[in-house]
C-alpha cells in the first residue's frame, strides 16, 4: 500500500512539473507559429515572398524534427529533451520570422529574451529523500573530518555510505538531473546509504576540495558531478576524470548509469538480505519501504 501509493505521488509530480508557467509558456509560444503565418501570409503578403516562407517552412520543420529525434535517442533525461524542443523550436521559428519582416523577428526576439530572463527552470518539489548539506555538514557527516572529537564517536560515514550531487543552481542540466536524482533516493535510501546535496553556486570553494570544474561548459561541463563516499573517501563520480582533471568525454548522467555506475540495485538487495538474515523481517520491511522508487545510474571511477 505504501509503495503503490509513493508510486501515485511520483507519478503526479511527473505530470505536474510540466505544468510550470516555464513549459506553459515556451509550449504557447511554440504552438502559435501556425496563427502567426496565417496571419504574415495575409497581411505581409504584398511585401513578402510567400513560396520561399512556404519552402522553409518544410525545410525547418523536417530538420528540426530529425534533430530532436536524434537528441532523444540521446537523452539523459526526459526533462533535458523537453528544453532541447523548447531551444531548437524557438530558434527555428526566429529564422522563419526573419522571412515574414525583420521587424516581427526583432519583436519575437524580445519576447523570448524576456522569458529567458524572467521564466526559469522549476525547482523540483516532488517527493525525495535527499539532505541538503553545508560544507561543514558536509565534512562531518560524509568525509569524516571533524568527527571523533566525543567519547565513543566514531568516523563519519563509518557505517553509511552518501551518494552526494554537487549542483548550481545557475546550470540547467542540474535542474534537468534533479527529478532522477530525488527519484533514486526515495527508491535506494536504506540505513546504509544516504543521498545528498551540495550548492556549489553558493560555496564554490566545495568545488576545488573536490576538484569540480565550474568554469568548464558545454560538454566539458562537470556540474553536476555525483560522488560516492564510503567510510569518508571517494570512492566513484559522474562525470570521471583524467588525472589531470579533465572530464572524459562521453559520460552520461542517465538514470540507467547512475544505478549501474554505483551499483544501487546490488547495494540495496545486500541491505534486505541482511536485515532478512539477522531475522529481522520488520527492518527488512522497512528499508523497502523507504525506497520510493529512484533510477540508479553508472558512476565511473576516477581513471588510474
Known amino acids: 500500500l505504501t509503495r503503490s501509493w509513493c508510486l501515485r505521488r511520483r507519478t503526479m509530480a511527473t505530470v505536474t512539473r510540466f505544468f510550470s508557467p516555464y513549459h506553459v509558456l515556451n509550449a504557447l509560444v511554440l504552438c502559435s507559429y501556425p496563427a502567426l503565418s496565417v496571419w504574415a501570409k495575409s497581411t505581409l503578403a504584398p511585401a513578402m515572398d510567400i513560396a520561399t516562407l512556404a519552402q522553409w517552412e518544410k525545410q525547418s520543420g523536417a530538420s528540426c524534427i530529425a534533430v530532436l529525434f536524434m537528441r532523444y535517442l540521446r537523452k539523459e533525461t526526459v526533462d533535458a529533451w523537453v528544453t532541447d524542443v523548447f531551444t531548437y523550436g524557438k530558434t527555428a521559428i526566429a ?3 526573419y522571412f515574414m519582416d525583420p521587424r516581427v523577428m526583432a519583436w519575437y526576439v524580445v519576447l523570448n529574451l524576456l522569458m529567458y530572463l524572467y521564466v526559469n527552470l522549476p525547482v523540483y518539489a516532488g517527493p525525495s529523500a535527499v539532505t541538503w548539506l553545508s560544507p561543514s555538514a558536509l565534512s562531518e557527516q560524509v568525509t569524516g573530518a571533524g568527527a571523533g572529537s566525543g567519547a565513543g564517536a566514531g568516523r563519519a560515514g563509518e557505517h553509511e555510505a552518501w551518494l552526494v550531487m554537487f549542483a548550481a543552481d545557475w546550470a540547467s542540466s542540474c535542474a534537468h538531473l534533479d527529478p532522477t536524482f530525488a527519484e533514486l533516493s526515495t527508491h535506494f535510501t ?3 546509504l544516504k543521498f545528498a546535496k551540495v550548492d556549489l553556486g553558493r560555496w564554490p570553494e566545495t568545488a576545488k576540495r573536490f576538484n569540480i570544474n565550474l568554469d568548464a561548459f558545454g560538454s566539458s ?3 553536476p558531478t555525483v ?8 570512492t566513484g563520480r559522474l562525470p570521471a576524470l583524467y588525472d589531470d582533471g579533465t572530464k572524459v568525454s562521453g559520460g552520461r548522467m542517465r538514470r540507467v548509469d547512475i544505478v549501474k555506475g554505483f551499483g544501487l540495485d546490488e547495494r540495496f538487495a545486500k541491505t534486505a538480505a541482511e536485515a532478512d538474515g539477522g531475522g529481522n523481517a520488520a ?3 522497512e528499508a523497502k519501504a523507504a525506497a ?13
Do not use: M, R
Open 292 to 304: 520510493v522508487g529512484a533510477p540508479k545510474g553508472n558512476a565511473a571511477k576516477k581513471k588510474d
Open 221 to 223: 561541463s562537470q556540474v
Open 227 to 234: 560522488i560516492l563516499f564510503e567510510k569518508g573517501e571517494e
Open 283 to 285: 527492518a527488512a520491511a
Open 190 to 192: 536504506s540505513p546504509k
Open 95 to 97: 529564422l522563419l520570422t
